[in-house]
């Protein structure tokens, strides 16, 4: 369980930054829109993080909390210079999938070892992300 919860850590981490970055060089007539947007996702994201390490905490062991440990377990890939919306709203909707399969994952292997805590997280998570998905797609189509 920690080590997926790690990997989830690490995979929100790389995920926050790539939030930050499509914050900061967002360009386009869609600038104060998705600039907003991005800051509310990145806001959230914070949060996320912190209770997953917490979890990880509260199951007696150390989250991972290195960049390099970060890059090396996550599941979420750098994305670096993207200043074009759709773009960066079609990066982050498969990003939002990659942790909501994730979290799938810690979802049935929680179950499977009677961890309702950790369950709670992921299904929290998981509801709140398959709507901000829907969102995402949404504003593409």
Sequence with gaps: MIEKLNILLSSYEVYYQNLRGYHWNIKGKKFFELHLKFEEFYTDTALKIDE?????????????????????????????????????????????QELINLQREILIDSEQVHDAGTADLATRFISEQEKTLWMLSSYLS
Aim: charged residues 25%; aromatic residues 6%; proline residues 2%.
């Design 52 to 96: 997953v390490a917490e979890r990880i905490l509260t199951l007696g062991n150390s989250p991972l909390h290195s960049y390099s440990d970060f890059l090396k377990n996550s599941r979420i890939k750098e994305y670096k210079n993207v200043s074009d919306g759709d773009i960066a709203v079609d990066q982050i909707k498969n990003q939002l």
